[in-house]
C-alpha cells in the first residue's frame, strides 16, 4: 500500500476512535469528576509514552547530513516546548482551567475547541515521523494515539455536555477537533519524505510538542480532579503499557 | 588508566567511587542562590521532575535493550516499592536537616528513591569491565557525568527546604555509595547479574517516573503558575535528554 494512503487511513481511523470518548456520558448528566482526571491521566502516560519512543529513536535514524542528529532534534523540541507554550498563552488558555463544566464565559467552549484541534496537530506530526521511521513503529504510535483519543475526547464532551450539548454533537465536535491530526500527519510524513533532513528537526518537534501538552494540559487538571497518588498510578500505568507495547512490536 | 598495579578489585571499586563523588559535585550552583521562594521550590522542583523524567526515558531505553517485559515488571515493583515507602513514612512524625512533616517526607523519599535507582548503575560499572578497562573507562566517566545532574536533582529538592550546599552534596554523593559497593560484586559475578540487570534498570526507572507524579509535580504546580513549570520540566526533561545522547 502506498505509505501516504496508509497514513491518511491510520490517522483518520485514530481521529474517528475519538467519537467512542462519547459513550461514557451515554444514560448520565455529567461524568464524575474523578473520571475525568483519570481520563487526562490516561492520555498523559499514552502521549509520554509515545514522546518516550520517538526519542528512542536515535539509533534507527538514517543519517541524512554529516551533522550528528542530535542537535537538531533538540533544537527541534525546543521550538515544539516554545510553541504550545506560546499558543496557549495567545489563545488565553495558559493559566485557564480547561475542564470547567458550567464556565460562565461564553468564549471557553471555543478556546477548548481550539486547544483540543492544536493539541491533536501536534499528535499527527509524530505519527508522521514514526511511519517515516519504522511502518510498525508508526502504526504503533498511531494506535496507541488512537487509544488515548478516547479519554480525551470523553473530557471534551464532559465538558461540552454540561454547556448543553447532545453527545451526537459532542461526538462530531470530537472527530473534528482531531481533523488536524489528520492533515498534519500526511503533510509533516510528505515534508519528510521529500525532505529527509527535516526528520530530526521534525522529529525532536513531536518529542518537545507533545512532553510539553502532557505537563501544560492533561497533568495539572488531572490532579486537580482525582488527586496526586491515582493519577500518579494511572499515568504510571499507561506509560508502562506504551512502552510494552513497543517491546512486542520489537 | 587508574590504579594499573593495584588489584582489579580495587580498581573497579574505585571506578565506582568516582561516579559517586561526582554526584555531588551537582549541588555546586546552590552556592550562588541563598534565600528561595516557595515559586522557586516550585521551579527546582520542575527542574528536579525534568531532569528526572530525561533520565527515566534513558533507563527504560537502556533496559528494554535487555527485554521490554522484565523492564516492565521491575517499574512495577519500583512503583509499589515507593507506594509503600510513602504509606511507611506517613504513619512517621518525621525530621529531615531542617524540614519537618511533608517537606521531610519529600526529601526523604527523594534520597531513598535516588540511591535504590544506583544499584543498577553500579551494577553496569562492575559489568562493564567484562568489555576490558578501556570500555569501563567510558562507561564510569558517562555516569560520572550522567550522576551530576542527578545530584542537582537532589539538591533542587533539598536546598530550597533549609538544607545546606555541604549537607546537599554529602546526601547527593550518599545516594550513589551504591555504585562502588555493587560494582564489585557484579565483577566478580558478571554472569549473575546481567540478567536481573532489566529488573534493576526497571525498578529504579519506575520509582522515579512515580516520585516525578506523586510529589514532585503536584507540589510545583500548586506553587507556581502551571505554564512556567511545564516549560521548566520540558525544558529540564530535553536537556537531560540530550545530556544522555552526547555521553
Same mark, same amino acid.
Not at chain 1, 61 to 69: A, D, L, S
Not at chain 1, 94 to 107: I, K, M, Y
Not at chain 2, 24 to 33: E, K, M, S
Given at each position: 500500500m502506498n505509505p501516504t494512503l496508509l497514513i491518511l487511513e491510520l490517522s483518520t481511523a485514530a481521529a474517528l476512535t475519538?467519537?467512542?470518548? *462519547?459513550l461514557p456520558l451515554v444514560g448520565r448528566r455529567r461524568l464524575p469528576t474523578i473520571w475525568v482526571g483519570w481520563g487526562n491521566a490516561l492520555a498523559a502516560g499514552m502521549m509520554l509514552g509515545a514522546a518516550y519512543m520517538l526519542s528512542a529513536l536515535e539509533a534507527s *535514524?538514517?543519517? *541524512?547530513?554529516?551533522?550528528?542528529?542530535e542537535l537538531p532534534e533538540a533544537i527541534g523540541a525546543v521550538l515544539g516546548i516554545c510553541f504550545i507554550y506560546w499558543t496557549h498563552v495567545a489563545v488565553g488558555t495558559?493559566? *485557564?482551567?480547561?475542564?470547567?463544566?458550567?464556565?460562565?464565559?461564553?468564549?471557553h467552549g471555543y478556546r477548548i475547541l481550539m486547544v483540543n484541534g492544536l493539541h491533536s496537530a501536534s499528535e499527527g506530526m509524530a505519527m508522521a515521523v514514526a511511519m517515516v521511521i519504522d511502518l510498525k513503529f508508526g502504526v504503533l504510535v498511531a494506535l496507541a494515539l488512537a487509544v488515548h483519543n478516547i479519554p480525551e475526547a470523553t473530557v471534551l464532551a464532559a465538558v461540552l455536555h454540561g454547556r448543553g450539548l447532545s453527545l451526537r454533537q459532542i461526538a462530531g465536535l470530537a472527530v473534528a477537533t482531531n481533523v488536524s491530526q489528520v492533515l498534519l500527519a500526511v503533510a509533516a510524513y510528505s515534508v519528510v519524505i521529500a525532505a529527509p533532513a527535516t526528520l530530526p528537526w521534525v522529529q525532536g518537534f513531536a518529542v518537545g510538542t507533545l512532553v510539553q501538552l502532557v505537563l501544560i494540559e492533561l497533568l495539572p487538571e488531572s490532579y486537580r480532579e482525582a488527586g496526586q497518588t491515582s493519577i500518579a498510578l494511572v499515568t504510571v500505568v499507561a506509560l508502562g503499557v506504551v512502552v510494552l507495547l513497543r517491546g512486542f512490536v520489537g | 588508566m587508574i590504579g594499573a598495579d593495584l588489584e582489579p578489585v580495587v580498581v573497579v571499586f574505585l571506578y565506582g567511587l568516582i561516579t559517586a563523588l561526582a554526584t555531588?559535585?551537582?549541588?555546586?550552583?546552590?552556592?550562588?542562590?541563598k534565600q528561595i521562594s516557595p515559586a522557586g521550590i516550585a521551579y527546582s522542583n520542575a527542574i528536579a521532575s525534568g531532569l528526572m523524567l530525561g533520565a527515566c526515558f534513558g533507563l527504560v531505553s537502556q533496559g528494554t535493550r535487555y527485554g521490554s517485559t522484565q523492564t516492565v515488571a521491575g517499574g512495577v515493583m519500583g512503583v509499589l516499592f515507593i507506594l509503600a515507602t510513602q504509606r511507611w513514612l506517613g504513619r512517621h512524625e518525621l525530621e529531615f536537616g531542617q524540614a519537618r512533616g511533608v517537606g521531610a517526607r519529600r526529601m526523604l523519599l527523594m534520597v531513598i528513591v535516588m540511591t535504590v535507582h544506583s544499584f543498577s548503575e553500579g551494577v553496569a560499572i562492575g559489568s562493564s569491565f567484562a568489555g576490558g578497562v578501556t570500555f569501563a573507562s567510558v562507561i564510569t566517566i558517562a555516569i560520572a557525568v550522567h550522576n551530576i545532574p542527578e545530584g542537582l536533582a537532589i539538591s533542587a529538592v533539598m536546598q530550597p527546604r533549609g538544607s545546606s550546599v555541604p549537607t546537599c552534596a554529602a546526601w547527593s554523593v550518599f545516594s550513589s555509595l551504591p555504585q562502588p559497593l555493587m560494582a564489585v560484586p557484579a565483577y566478580l559475578f558478571v554472569d549473575a547479574f546481567t540478567p536481573a540487570l532489566p529488573y534493576g534498570i526497571g525498578f529504579a526507572a519506575g520509582a522515579m517516573f512515580y516520585m516525578v507524579f506523586v510529589e514532585l509535580l503536584p507540589e510545583a504546580y500548586e506553587q507556581a503558575p502551571r505554564p512556567l513549570v511545564s516549560f521548566v520540566t520540558s525544558m529540564a526533561l530535553i536537556a537531560m535528554l540530550l545530556f544522555q545522547r552526547f555521553l
Open positions: 475519538s467519537a467512542l470518548g *462519547v *535514524v538514517p543519517m *541524512v547530513t554529516e551533522i550528528r542528529p495558559a493559566g *485557564v482551567e480547561l475542564n470547567q463544566a458550567h464556565a460562565e464565559d461564553p468564549l | 555531588g559535585l551537582g549541588a555546586l550552583p546552590f552556592l550562588f542562590l
